[in-house]
């Protein structure tokens, strides 16, 4: 079975950084792309970024880009997402989510969110 | 980037009622679309993927549709528990992998 749990989420002051973690298992962690995918409260889904199978390949959405960065550890089967300067607008549920291929295709495993909260 | 306009925002019918949701893309991206159901707080679950394949597990009465642009969500047979807001994304070329806004299913 599939399993994607997410952790790390809290409350943040503008302009701090956080760190989330995604533990996989059930899967061949290292055949797949992962991503992460926002919600903000009572907001529709955003992408946020993705990483390829073997780390190599990385994406951002515009809004986070040049703050975020993902990676990946195959040896860990984990995802991480650093976040840093964060904005009040980075409020949201975060999910830690499979793809169905190696590189980017559809989201066919999620797991069920951290929450970050950023206020002062 | 590519923008999609999902339609209607939200819709109530009847049990057992065929319910269609819309989704248009700004442009041609193929069969690069995949639907998603998401229960109130609940992750989101695949249902269909590049337009037309149904996800493993997903109920028959779900099917997609596509034309490049403009790809559609059936529902043949509304159930109790198609209660859910519904959300299209493609998968042409990135960044982003867009997400439609949603369109929140009801039952009358």
């Known amino acids: 079975e599939v399993q994607l749990v997410e952790s790390g989420g809290i409350v943040v002051q503008p302009g701090g950084s956080l760190t989330l973690s995604c533990a996989a298992s059930g899967f061949t962690f290292s055949d797949y792309a992962m991503h992460w995918v926002r919600q903000a409260p009572g907001k529709g889904l955003e992408w946020v970024s993705l990483?390829?199978?073997?780390?190599?390949?990385?994406y951002y959405a515009d809004s986070v880009k040049g703050r975020f960065t993902i990676s990946r550890d195959n040896s860990k089967d984990s995802l991480s997402l650093q976040m840093d300067n964060l904005r009040s607008e980075d409020t949201a549920l975060y999910y830690c989510v499979k793809d169905m291929r190696g590189t980017w295709s559809a989201f066919d495993f999620w797991g069920q969110g951290t929450l970050v909260t950023v206020s002062s | 980037d590519i923008q999609l306009t999902q339609s209607p925002s939200s819709l109530s019918a009847s049990v057992g009622d065929r319910v269609t949701i819309t989704c248009r893309a700004s442009?041609?991206?193929?069969?690069?679309l995949n639907w998603y159901q998401q229960k109130p707080g609940k992750a989101p679950r695949l249902l269909i993927y590049d337009a037309s394949k149904m996800q493993t597990g997903v109920p028959s009465r779900f099917s997609g549709t596509d034309s490049g642009t403009h790809f559609t969500l059936t529902i043949s047979s509304l159930q109790p528990e198609d209660v859910a807001t519904y959300y299209c994304q493609h998968c042409h070329n990135l960044p982003p992998l867009t997400f439609g806004g949603g369109t929140k299913v009801e039952i009358k």
């Open positions: 990483i390829n199978w073997g780390g190599a390949m990385t």
């Open positions: 442009q041609d991206i193929s069969d690069c």
